[in-house]
């Protein structure tokens, strides 16, 4: 598959050369384009963090302030005790992640002791309506970890395909941001491509770059960008450390019964119940339940959604003991949870 992806890039690495012809005078009618282009490699910059297997150790993000903030895309390469940050002119900085928003799928680092850096004004392009589909656009981004330090960013062009509602899933779990995008026509998508920026002609940043997903209405991959609209907001009061994380659910219960679930956001009508979380000592993590799992039967009883597994542990009392079929991965795993009273009771509802 990685092969196949490198040889999509392919047409990006003829922009990149043809962008630097036009720099060193060739193609003059398209001036305007090669310059606009290095202005935003200033504003991008390279990230380093963890490598877990799965998940590649390199990526991008884009400065939104001269004194260093970054956006990014939330991903596990920022959970780690030394996130490094190379800027376009080869300097390194150690950063920290000041918040990482799940429901945004998104992530403000703060780069340490820098100050008068180049950046994009992202309050003041998100004060402008969405660009239209048919507009060109540059994506800019550390794909397959191509530069490091001084090293340019890979630059593909494109045209904006669609503005519309994501519908993405990465392996068999959705998309945690269900949001507005950019879908581009272009390969941008790549390893170490999220958190990258996307410009129109006049160098205005139109959005960052989302991860590598596949469209669960073609099942084919999708090349986005998440528009700044969708994110100024999230900056600003990150920034000023007045953003609060869209809340999670609570563990779920029925009417005097608990086992400590915790689901992902109830977003839309039919939110499949996949495991966000346990509480520790509950039933659910006594009986192995892990984050990611879905759960597709309670005691043979089919459910998908998150009001249905709902309203078939409402039937259920404390003491009993159901029956989980989840989906984890590519198998289906039983897991037995034995139901307590709620905290507090010591005995179950009367009928």
Same mark, same amino acid.
């Given at each position: 598959?990685?092969?196949?992806?490198?040889?999509?890039?392919?047409?990006?690495?003829?922009?990149?050369?043809?962008?630097?012809?036009?720099?060193?005078?060739?193609?003059?009618?398209?001036?305007?384009?090669?310059?606009? =282009?290095?202005?935003?490699?200033?504003?991008?910059?390279?990230?380093?963090?963890? @490598?877990?297997?799965?998940?590649?150790?390199?990526?991008?993000?884009?400065?939104?302030?001269?004194?260093?903030?970054?956006?990014?895309?939330?991903?596990?390469?920022?959970?780690?005790?030394?996130?490094?940050?190379?800027?376009?002119?080869?300097?390194?900085?150690?950063?920290? /992640?000041?918040?990482?928003?799940?429901?945004?799928?998104?992530?403000? +680092?703060?780069?340490?002791?820098?100050?008068?850096?180049?950046?994009?004004? +992202?309050?003041?392009?998100?004060?402008? !309506?969405?660009?239209?589909?048919?507009?060109?656009?540059?994506?800019?981004?550390?794909?397959?970890? +191509? =530069?490091?330090?001084?090293?340019?960013?890979?630059?593909?062009?494109?045209?904006?395909?669609?503005?519309?509602?994501?519908?993405?899933?990465?392996?068999?779990?959705?998309?945690?941001?269900?949001?507005?995008?950019? /879908?581009?026509?272009? +390969?941008?998508?790549?390893? @170490?491509?999220?958190?990258?920026?996307?410009?129109?002609?006049?160098?205005?940043?139109?959005? %960052? %770059?989302?991860?590598?997903?596949?469209?669960?209405?073609?099942?084919?991959?999708?090349?986005?960008?998440?528009?700044?609209?969708?994110? =100024?907001?999230?900056?600003?009061?990150?920034?000023? @450390?007045?953003?609060?994380?869209?809340?999670?659910?609570?563990?779920?219960?029925?009417?005097?019964?608990?086992?400590?679930? /915790?689901?992902?956001?109830?977003?839309?009508?039919?939110?499949?119940?996949?495991?966000?979380?346990? %509480?520790?000592?509950?039933?659910?993590?006594?009986? @192995?339940?892990?984050?990611?799992?879905?759960?597709?039967?309670?005691?043979?009883?089919?459910?998908?959604? %998150?009001?249905?597994?709902?309203?078939?542990?409402?039937?259920?009392?404390?003491?009993?003991?159901?029956?989980?079929?989840?989906?984890?991965?590519?198998?289906?795993?039983?897991?037995?949870?034995?139901?307590?009273?709620?905290?507090?009771?010591?005995? !179950? !509802?009367?009928?």
């Amino acid at each position: 598959m990685l092969g196949q992806r490198l040889l999509n890039a392919l047409p990006a690495l003829a922009v990149i050369l043809l962008l630097a012809s036009i720099a060193h005078g060739q193609g003059s009618g398209s001036s305007s384009l090669a310059q606009a =282009a290095q202005e935003a490699n200033r504003k991008v910059v390279k990230l380093f963090g963890a @490598g877990l297997r799965g998940v590649h150790s390199y990526g991008t993000g884009v400065l939104v302030s001269g004194d260093g903030y970054v956006l990014t895309a939330a991903s596990p390469l920022l959970d780690v005790s030394e996130l490094l940050v190379h800027l376009s002119d080869g300097r390194r900085y150690t950063a920290k /992640v000041l918040v990482a928003e799940p429901a945004l799928d998104a992530a403000l +680092i703060k780069i340490e002791k820098a100050e008068d850096l180049p950046h994009f004004d +992202i309050a003041g392009g998100a004060k402008q !309506p969405p660009s239209q589909p048919g507009e060109a656009v540059l994506a800019f981004s550390n794909q397959f970890q +191509i =530069a490091t330090r001084e090293e340019p960013l890979s630059v593909q062009h494109g045209v904006i395909a669609a503005y519309s509602k994501l519908h993405g899933r990465r392996g068999i779990f959705e998309a945690p941001y269900t949001g507005d995008v950019y /879908v581009l026509d272009a +390969i941008t998508n790549n390893p @170490g491509a999220a958190g990258g920026a996307v410009i129109n002609r006049k160098g205005e940043l139109l959005g %960052i %770059i989302g991860k590598e997903l596949r469209n669960t209405l073609t099942d084919t991959w999708i090349n986005y960008a998440v528009p700044v609209q969708s994110l =100024a907001d999230f900056v600003e009061k990150a920034k000023k @450390g007045e953003y609060h994380l869209v809340a999670k659910n609570k563990p779920v219960t029925g009417p005097g019964v608990y086992h400590g679930m /915790v689901l992902v956001p109830n977003v839309v009508e039919r939110t499949p119940p996949y495991v966000e979380d346990t %509480i520790p000592d509950s039933p659910a993590a006594r009986g @192995g339940l892990r984050p990611d799992d879905l759960i597709v039967y309670v005691d043979g009883e089919k459910v998908v959604s %998150i009001k249905e597994l709902k309203d078939v542990l409402a039937r259920s009392k404390p003491g009993a003991v159901v029956k989980l079929e989840v989906r984890r991965g590519d198998k289906l795993v039983t897991v037995d949870l034995k139901l307590e009273a709620l905290p507090g009771k010591t005995s !179950p !509802p009367r009928n």
